[in-house]
């Protein structure tokens, strides 16, 4: 293992700290005592007291109780019980005894009505809690509310020295819009049952209601038809969900309150149906399934009966199997090249009068629509469905910006936002948390208003294996689901954050992985010559990157296809790094408009001396280690980011203005650092240029306003531009 010097920069800088403030050590942060609950509630008054948990806590059933109920009431003590440590009353046959005479119960449940067995959009999802110090009420007028009751207590619990309580309170919760969804990609990377029922419970724990499977893909063609079994048979490598796992997996999201909403893309995004139909597409085959990432050009053709003959067979058949109203049809990125190169189907154009490609899209969602209609469903399809033709009824799924849902509301179509909640493209929590579907600044109408459903998260599957794909949707996705069941107000991003970091602590207890992957995933990729130190090393240092966001990961791993191993070092790396965050917070405290804080010096200090230090440990590993060889060039940009950082923290604590052309030679350091690499970048960068120019610029600070300093630094040192 290397040993650390410090550089004679952070050893005068630390002298000008201890010199300045006196401050060598940061106080403990006072534990808080606000709510722990995510998503918040709509009313939520904490009163005094607490109700104790001990081994005698007891729960009595009243009112409609049926075996959904006490599944999910099993479930929820099962939690509590391993949190705490404490083993409630069993039962000789294994289950929870309940009271069921007069005796006071510590949990009385009262459910009205059992509600829809399997969960259908627009049931009433409301709840009502009192928790006292001698009990809790939880009422509800069906069992989903009284499920997502559950959810609530399990995120209520907490500890102190004095032991597990619930805190006092009165709640009154109900969701602001009715389809609360995620949306995940089993198709580019094969996503097996055990994926997806841990997320139906992370999605249970998060009151989210709609479970949407992309199941067919240029990748892969991911379920089981026994009408057509050429479909699974050419198109999944057997890897596909049969029927009967998907009647678990909808038994399975319905005992949670969730909604399986399946997806079959359709027309575009069609190489897997062609593979095993090449007469059906567009241009004449033979077709493969697809292994890289992209928009591609097999297409259905709509002009072809036998293609409707298909839909109506298959779409029957799916019909049958899921219970929901509503079947979404795909329907995006057509890129239209087969279609414009096929003279028949141009003919065909012409003589329906349908304009354009465009046009025949809509021809050809009309066909859908009467197939479903036939089969009692209802259509849902991407932004591009959207059409003057497009049948009534129909719901619009917005990606690609906020006019789709605007143009969809104006013209009559409920529709349903994903633009903004695009998981995928690693973007920070906090961007999609504000992501309104409705926003204060609405232009849109009462009426249209009332059109807006919700929305749904989406994890596209091309960077996710199973292994990973729960870091990439958890625990963001926790604060897309307080958007969408919280009211509208609720925007205090750090509030949001605090909540997060619990929340993520109950998803990993429910199951989910997106913490518990990386230990493993970082001895691989160290090796196993790594120590104990550069394994904490290494785990440092990809706390601090992330993943590149947008589509740039394409751009930098252009060779990759589903056969790549996704185990590297930006598989690892997760977006929204909170020591990045924790960094901002503090150089934003350092160069805000007051005199630069103590504290944060400090902990801004201790910070880049450890990044510095995580450099040396990790050059020495990666030298040794095949897999690290990838991790250099960051390695290098952070040592970078580690002495301009020092060197800005030197220049602003000694009061003094630097030489000339000093911020120009740091801020161009910093370009050089912020380039991505190995897909992954380092989102320190930003503050670091923030940091520079106040130290660069200090003798304005006390000239401008708060507001024109904070513009200041922006205009020298602007985030970085990333490719
Ligand atoms: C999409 O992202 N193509 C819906």
Same mark, same amino acid.
């Given at each position: ?127 009502? @809690? *009192? &928790? ?7 009422? #509800?007028?069906?069992? =989903?509310?009284? %499920? $997502?009751?559950?959810? /609530? ?39 097996? @049952? *055990? &994926? ?7 999605? #249970?724990?998060?009151? =989210?209601?709609? %479970? $949407?499977?992309?199941? /067919? ?507």
């Amino acid at each position: 293992m290397s040993s650390f010097e410090p550089c004679p920069c952070v050893r005068r800088v630390f002298f000008l700290l201890v010199a300045l403030f006196g401050v060598t050590q940061l106080p403990a942060v006072p534990a808080s005592s606000a709510t722990t609950v995510m998503p918040l509630p709509a009313v939520q008054q904490f009163t005094t007291g607490r109700l104790a948990v001990t081994p005698a806590f007891s729960v009595e059933l009243q009112g409609s109780a049926d075996a959904r109920l006490r599944a999910g009431l099993a479930r929820l003590l099962r939690q509590v019980e391993a949190r705490t440590g404490l083993t409630f009353a069993h039962t000789p046959a294994g289950g929870f005894a309940l009271k069921s005479d007069a005796a006071h119960a510590s949990l009385v449940i009262d459910c009205a009505a059992p509600g829809s067995a399997v969960p259908v959009l627009g049931e009433d999802e409301s709840y009502t @809690l *009192e &928790v006292t110090s001698t009990e809790a009420v939880l009422k #509800a007028p069906t069992i =989903l509310g009284a %499920l $997502h009751g559950f959810a /609530t207590l399990q995120q209520l619990l907490q500890a102190d020295a004095s032991g597990w309580f619930f805190p006092a309170v009165r709640i009154n919760d109900q969701p602001r819009f009715p389809w609360r969804g995620l949306m995940i990609d089993v198709a580019r990377h094969w996503q097996p @049952l *055990e &994926v997806i029922q841990r997320n139906l419970d992370g999605m #249970a724990l998060v009151k =989210l209601n709609v %479970l $949407h499977l992309h199941l /067919t893909e240029d990748q892969g063609f991911r379920i089981e038809s026994k009408t057509f079994p050429r479909l699974h048979e050419l198109g999944s490598d057997g890897h596909y969900f049969t029927q009967d796992q998907i009647r678990g997996l909808i038994a399975y999201a319905a005992e949670r309150g969730i909604r399986v909403v399946p997806e079959f893309d359709i027309p575009g995004h069609a190489t897997s149906w062609v593979t095993a139909f090449p007469e059906l597409a567009s241009a004449p085959g033979p077709y493969a399934i697809e292994r890289k990432w992209g928009v591609f050009d097999p297409v259905l053709d709509p002009t072809n009966p036998r293609v409707y003959a298909l839909l109506d067979g298959f779409l029957g058949e799916m019909a049958a199997l899921f219970p929901d109203a509503y079947i979404h049809i795909g329907g995006d990125e057509n890129n239209g090249v087969q279609w414009s190169a096929n003279a028949k189907i141009q003919a065909f154009i012409r003589e329906h009068n349908l304009k354009d490609n465009a046009g025949l899209h809509a021809y050809f969602n009309g066909k859908v629509h009467a197939i479903l209609a036939q089969h009692g469903k209802k259509l849902i399809g991407w932004d591009e469905i959207l059409h003057p033709d497009l049948t009534s009824g129909s719901v619009v799924h917005s990606w690609r910006g906020p006019t789709g849902l605007a143009e969809a509301t104006r013209l009559g179509f409920a529709t349903i936002l994903s633009n903004g909640y695009y998981i995928d493209l690693n973007y920070p929590t906090a961007d999609h948390y504000l992501n309104d579907p409705v926003p204060a600044d609405t232009r849109l109408s009462p009426e249209q208003q009332k059109l807006v459903l919700g929305g749904e998260a989406t994890i596209w599957a091309e960077w996710v294996t199973p292994e990973t794909i729960d870091s990439r949707i958890w625990p963001r996705t926790a604060a897309i689901a307080e958007r969408l069941w919280s009211a509208r107000d609720v925007r205090d991003v750090p509030d949001m954050y605090r909540r997060l970091a619990l929340v993520s602590r109950r998803l990993e207890e429910a199951g989910l992985q997106h913490a518990s992957y990386l230990d493993p995933a970082l001895r691989r990729l160290a090796g196993d010559q790594a120590s104990p130190a550069e394994l904490a090393a290494l785990r440092a240092f990809v706390d601090l990157i992330e993943p590149v966001k947008h589509y740039q990961r394409g751009n930098q791993q252009p060779e990759a296809t589903q056969f790549t191993p996704l185990t590297g070092l930006v598989d690892c790396a997760r977006a929204d790094s909170a020591p990045g965050r924790e960094f901002a917070a503090q150089v934003a405290m350092l160069a805000g408009p007051l005199s630069p804080d103590p504290q944060a010096a400090n902990s801004v200090l201790q910070a880049l001396v450890a990044w510095k230090f995580t450099t040396v440990q990790l050059a020495a590993l990666a030298a040794r280690s095949p897999r690290l060889q990838e991790a250099q060039p960051l390695l290098t940009s952070l040592a970078t980011a580690s002495a301009v950082g020092q060197e800005a923290l030197s220049v602003l604590l000694s009061r003094q203005a630097p030489v000339a052309g000093w911020l120009q030679t740091q801020l161009s350091r910093l370009d050089e650092a912020a380039k991505p690499h190995a897909a992954a970048e380092l989102p320190v960068i930003a503050p670091l240029r923030l940091l520079a120019a106040a130290a660069a610029e200090q003798d304005k600070r006390r000239t401008l306003s708060p507001d024109a300093w904070k513009q200041h630094l922006l205009d020298l040192a602007p985030p970085p531009v990333t490719p």
